[in-house]
């Protein structure tokens, strides 16, 4: 009995600092989308999502290499930092790069731009339902009763959402439009990477898309860039480039994925469904941003939904449905 508790004991010494990390992270993402909104009052939206996806991608490479150090000072054999990607795969990769590290935070930011930071969450907030019906229907994830269930919630909550955006007093419905199409080009990618992640590693494959799609980004934000006033912008913009990009994007994706090797995926998601809480919450304490009731009753069903869908029927994907994945990348490739 006493080894028992204290195996208990460790193992739960070993789990608090992550639960304790993801909900300080939660609230920081929460935060970036109040600070994005705060830093578009002096920049443009691509220049300042450029700027803060870069910052997000220089923190996240340095973070990926000093883990490659450690992990591959402890081996004989040299490990290779980035990986040697086949000739017949980098057309998907290319792909990948270009709708996921270029259009779509190119058009969640002018989104954002056209609407209000709490509001876009809710919108982002709906990536595993739309995910979860779309992988059913290509038979690549299984649903059950439940997860039925958490689609029905989460589209309640977009007719309330966006019937709430086409009110003349709100007029939020171009910006509403566009994050629904970012929201999209996500689930997307998120479908289109998932052969290639499996095959050299989810983070490798992220990392060489980040870089891909975010030069593209650098070069056509460009010319914004230049016009920016560096020197004039305010300590709160400044802020939410930096740490929003270094600490809130790089950092955070690290940390996600240190989580998932302790908690496991449900627990973890968990804490993503609750940023448009966090959002809420952060918009209402701190530029005194009311959320209007169709937006409470939206976020209700939105994330009652997603909490549904990733934790309630969370099944694991079969290896029928994994080979059934292998044959259809294969003749995509072909």
Known sequence: MQRDTQNTNTSDG???PHHS???LFTFLWGANFILAEIALKEMSPISFSV???AMGGLAMFLVLYLQYRAESGHKKNSVSFLPSIKKKHWPRLILISVVGATLAPWLGIEGLGLTHGARASLWLA???AVSTACGYFLRTEQMGTYGFLGVLFAVTGTFILGWDGLRPEQGYWLGDVILII???LTIIELHLIKPLAREYGPIPIVALRTAIGGTLYLFIASPALVEVSWLSLGPWTWFAILAGGGIGVGLGQWIKVRALKKLGPTQVVLYGNLVPIAALLIAWLS???????PEIISAIFIISGAIFIQVIDSKPTSPYQNKQ???LYNRTEK
Do not use: K, Q, Y
């Open 21 to 23: 990390i993801l909900i």
């Open 51 to 53: 700027s803060r996806f």
């Open 126 to 128: 709906l990536g595993p």
């Open 182 to 184: 970012a929201l999209i």
């Open 14 to 16: 070993g789990i608090w």
């Open 325 to 327: 994945m292998d044959t």
């Open 287 to 293: 530029i005194g941003e009311n959320p209007s009731l």
